[in-house]
């Protein structure tokens, strides 16, 4: 059985700084790609930041320069660092792996991120 549970989430000031954490079972984690996606109330789940099993890494654009992506495989985990937290970047934070077919595809239950002005 695959499991994903998010770690790390809370509230933060303006400018501040979190860290994500997502630890793994149940897969071959390093044959997974892993992301990040977030949904903020009343909006759709949108992609933040992705990492392949190479680690080549992807952004939204909202993120690019603030938030840091990264994977250990000998953890079976990912981790999301955000820093210079803005209160747009309040969400609901999930992780979600993503095998080679379309059927390999999981998400967490998330957990919430709340930047406060």
């Known amino acids: 059985q695959v499991h994903l549970v998010e770690s790390g989430g809370g509230l933060v000031q303006a400018g501040g700084s979190l860290r994500l954490s997502c630890a793994a079972s149940g897969i071959s984690f390093s044959s997974y790609a892993m992301g990040w996606y977030r949904q903020a109330p009343g909006k759709q789940r949108e992609l933040v930041a992705t990492i392949s099993g190479i680690t080549y890494t992807n952004y939204a654009d909202s993120v690019k320069g603030r938030f840091t992506i990264s994977r250990d495989n000998a953890k079976n985990t990912v981790y999301l660092q955000m820093n210079s937290l803005k209160p747009e970047d309040t969400a609901v934070y999930y992780c979600?792996?993503?095998?080679?077919?379309?059927?390999?595809?999981?998400w967490g239950q998330g957990t919430q991120v709340t930047v406060s002005s």
């Open positions: 979600n792996a993503a095998g080679w077919r379309p059927g390999l595809n999981y």
